[in-house]
């Protein structure tokens, strides 16, 4: 299957219905294939990577008003793809976790030491984490559990399931907390990229 020469685009919103369809099986089998070599070691089976192939091509087909053609299609499709699949293995991860687990003392689990940091930066990171864990213990009840369990990484739609809520609802809390936690980090004196650094997002 040659995935460089061809015009996806024309192809996946071809009038011709076998036209249409040949792409998007073509483009489906790609994903699968892509699948299965980037996730091979984390031991997924092939119905893992046919429903997240499945997803993907449905998103690409919803979206491609929107490609830019910046990259190649079968690069952002992948993308979607690879991406799709990571959520998928976070949200069996954070399954059986209770929100109310991630609420109590001690649960804000982030690494603060570094081997390639020196002394100096270990410190102010560390301080950094702690000055957090204060700020956080300030939030609301709903705030603070929805702002911890972003951190442990449990992702926004587990959160609004088992809050019983919405993707926009636990926007809004974590945007709102964000901007408590901003405020108070401002009044002690830290720089907001310091902020991120710190808890090792980067941006």
């Known amino acids: 299957m040659d995935t460089t020469e061809r015009d996806w685009v024309t192809e996946l919103t071809s009038d011709d219905h076998d036209v249409r369809q040949g792409a998007i099986g073509d483009l489906r089998t790609f994903l699968v294939r892509g699948l299965r070599s980037a996730f091979l070691k984390k031991g997924v089976d092939e119905a893992f990577c046919e429903d997240i192939a499945q997803d993907a091509t449905i998103r690409v087909l919803d979206q491609i008003d929107k490609f830019e053609g910046r990259s190649k299609l079968t690069t952002w499709a992948m993308t979607i793809a690879v991406r799709l699949a990571v959520n998928e293995f976070r949200r069996k991860r ?20 570094s081997g390639h940091e020196s002394p100096d930066a270990n410190i102010m ?7 957090l864990k204060s700020l956080i213990e300030d939030l609301s009840d709903k705030q603070r559990i929805a702002t911890q369990a972003l951190l442990e990484g449990m992702p926004v739609d587990v959160i609004a399931e088992k809050t019983g809520s919405n993707r926009n609802a636990v926007y809004k809390l974590v945007h709102d907390a964000r901007k408590a936690l901003k405020k108070g980090f401002d009044q002690a004196g830290y720089d ?8 090792g997002t980067g941006q």
């Open 94 to 113: 954070f399954q059986d976790v209770s929100l109310e687990g991630l609420s109590g003392e001690d649960t804000l689990r982030i690494d603060i030491s």
């Open 192 to 199: 907001w990229q310091d902020i991120h650094t710190a808890v």
């Open 125 to 131: 990171r560390t301080t950094i984490l702690e000055t």
